[in-house]
Each structure stands twice: as C-alpha cells, then as structure tokens.
C-alpha cells in the first residue's frame, strides 16, 4: 500500500498531554495518585454547571445551537462586548486551528517564541505553516523585539501568537511592554498582521502590571484573544473556549469553523458555569493559598522556580533535585504524584507543577522533599 503523505504531516510530533490519573494507577500499583499535570481545577467542574449538563441530557436528540445564542450572551454581558466580537471553539485550541486554517497558506509564517505554549507550532505545522522562533531571556521572558524583527523581515509573517501569562513558564510579559510592541505592530504592514494573545490564565492573574489583554483592544484592532473554561471554570473535558476580536475577523472565522463545532452540553455546561462567578473565585482564592505555600516550600528546599502567575509553578529541576526534569517527573510517579515534563519546550532542566488543593500540595510537597538536596 502507498500513502502519500506531505513532509510536514510525516514529521509531525504529536502534543504530549499530561499522563491519565488510571494509567498511573495500573501502571504503579498505586491506588491515591495525585495529577498536578495539567493545570486542571482542583476543586472539579462549576457545581451549577454540572447540574445543568443532567438537565440537558433530555435534549440529546437536538443538534445544538450552532450560533451559541445563549451562551455567547452571558460572555458578552460578562466581557463587555458585542456577541458579534464573540467565536466560540471546542476549546481555545479550536479557536487557534481555526485562526491558522483561515488566515495561513501553506508556506507562511506564524512567529511566536522558544518557550510559548506548543500547541501554535504543532497547529501550524498541520497547516504547513512554518513557525518562526523568537529567543527568550534567561528568566525565560519572550524577547518582543526579536518578535517585531522577525515578524518585519517575513512577509510571509500572518499571526504572532504569544500567551500573558505563558504556559509552561508562568511567566508574563508587563503592560508597559505589550503596549509598546502594540505600537511598533501598528506600523508594520499596517497592522495587518493578527495578533493572539492567550489569556488561558487571566482568572488568576494577581500582578497589577500583568494586563487583561482587552486593554489593548482599541489600539490594535488586529488583535485575537484566546479564553479557556478548562482553567479556572473546571470544564477542561467539557472542551470550551472562546475568542473576543472584531466582528470582521470573527464572521471570517464562522465561516470556517464547523455549524455545531460545540456540543449541547457544552454549551449548556460553559454558560452555567458562567453564572458561577462565586466559584471562579473560591478556585481563584485557593490558588493564592496554593501558590504562596508553594512558593514558601520551594524557597525553604532551595529548589529555584521561576515566579508565575498561572495556577502553576515551573521548578527547576536540575538545581534543586540535582536531576532532569523527565527523571524528577518519573521519581515523583513511582509514589503515585504525576507532575509535566517539559523537554519537549527544550526545558529538559525543568518540571511544572499545578497549583492543587491543600492535601495534593502537601502530599506533591512530601514526595518531593523525599528528593531534595536539603
Ligand atoms: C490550558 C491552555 C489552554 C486551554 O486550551 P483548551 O483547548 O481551551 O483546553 C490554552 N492556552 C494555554 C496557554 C493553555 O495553557
């Protein structure tokens, strides 16, 4: 049997998603493992969102409203802004497929950085759309000028995609300097490259310096930015996301996206948990806790990490451990904790671990001490 198949589908390497509670369980023997591998909400889903979803299930033999009508109305009182500024996805990596399939040809660019969250190099690459790497500094902060080079010397350039705060790395880009790099864009190609900026984590943002990505808006009005429920809402498995950008660029990406790119559940599920603001901020409460005790415990083993404003923390392994990542990571499975490798951010030296409630922390905490230098 022949397949043809294109050279950047054949070397495709496929995104490496945290390892499954179960497996760890079958694998180790271990009957109470402890996930802190995917920035999930460790308090579950939204209560009120899962008592919607099981009134749902009645409504199973409809299609869904592939408009999203209703849930696009509780985001646009929530957002303040127009429905028509409002693509919903079946996650926010939905919402970056689309971006790419509708704004990319085969042989252009999308510029982002060495540390970024990975799934824009492997979306693009699906697409044959090259990625053009910007360096990081040694705190593993983008470098929004090798940005501007590289977006100003590659015509073929379409989407900038840059994450504030950056997942694996926590890491987050000041206001000062997302403005200025807004005003150099402005002057390149008239502004007519996209900007994506994922706002996965701005639930939790703390640092009044980190900015909401809305601020810049009005000054670059080519401007995408990505939100997740699978955070801080807790409806990772649910799959939703959703992008505010102008209502040109959105009623280009619905034309592209699939009529029911969202499941009813979904739907019904996100806008419930919309309403459950009092929950977004008992989950953003026990991050702080999560984080500050994190942040004590890591300072007290002299284990290095790099300051995040995510519901997660990147250690480095390599200082504190004395060990790669990977072979933290699996020292740490062996007592039934699973925590992220990152090698594949080429952080071989690092390991992320997710904020998660007070007994996971202490047991993640235990299991790691157990490895500690001092
Ligand atoms: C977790 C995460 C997302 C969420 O993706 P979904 O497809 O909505 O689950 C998006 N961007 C970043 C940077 C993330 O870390």
């Not at 390892?19 to 694998?27: D, G």
């Not at 952080?347 to 157990?370: C, F, M, Q, W, Y």
């Amino acid at each position: 049997m022949t397949l043809h198949i294109p050279d950047y589908i054949r070397s495709l390497v496929p995104y490496v998603p945290g390892k499954p509670i179960e497996e760890t369980r079958r694998e180790y023997k271990i009957k109470k493992v402890v996930k802190l591998a995917s920035n999930e909400n460790p308090l579950g889903p939204s209560p009120r969102a899962v008592v919607a979803i099981r009134k749902g299930l009645k409504d199973l033999h409809r299609y869904p409203d592939g408009s999203g009508f209703g849930l696009k109305t509780g985001l646009s009182a929530h957002e303040g802004v127009f429905s028509q500024n409002l693509i919903l996805g079946n996650g926010s990596n939905e919402i970056i497929d689309l971006l790419i399939r509708t704004f990319c040809l085969v042989g252009d660019a999308i510029v982002t950085h060495r540390a970024a969250f990975i799934a824009y190099q492997i979306c693009a690459q699906i697409h044959g759309v090259i990625s053009d790497i910007a360096p990081v500094d040694e705190g593993l902060k983008c470098d929004l000028s090798a940005v501007i080079e590289k977006v100003k010397s590659n015509e073929k350039a379409k989407i900038v995609f840059l994450a504030n705060p950056n997942n694996p790395t926590g890491v987050y880009i000041p206001r000062r300097e997302l403005a200025d790099f807004f005003k150099e864009m402005s002057l390149i190609r008239d502004g007519s490259v996209i900007v994506a900026l994922d706002d996965a984590y701005g639930e939790y943002r703390t640092s009044p310096d980190c900015p909401n990505p809305k601020e810049f808006l009005k000054v670059y009005p080519n401007l995408m930015i990505l939100k997740t429920f699978s955070k801080v809402y807790g409806l990772a498995g649910l799959r939703v996301g959703y992008g505010i950008a102008s209502s040109e660029m959105i009623s280009i990406l619905d034309r592209v996206r699939q009529p029911f790119n969202l499941n009813s559940l979904a739907l019904i599920g996100a806008k419930a948990a919309l309403e459950d603001q009092e929950f977004v901020e008992q989950s953003r409460r026990l991050n702080v806790t999560g984080m500050s005790l994190w942040e004590n415990k890591l300072v007290e083993m002299d284990v290095p990490f790099w300051k995040s404003q995510g519901n997660f923390v990147l250690i480095n392994a390599q200082l504190g451990f004395g060990l790669s990542g990977f072979d933290l990571y699996q020292k740490c499975l062996t007592k039934g904790v699973i925590l992220r490798p990152v090698m594949n951010y080429g952080l071989s030296h690092a390991l992320r671990i997710s904020v998660g409630t007070p007994a996971e922390n202490e047991r993640a905490l235990k299991v790691l001490s157990g490895f500690a230098k001092r």
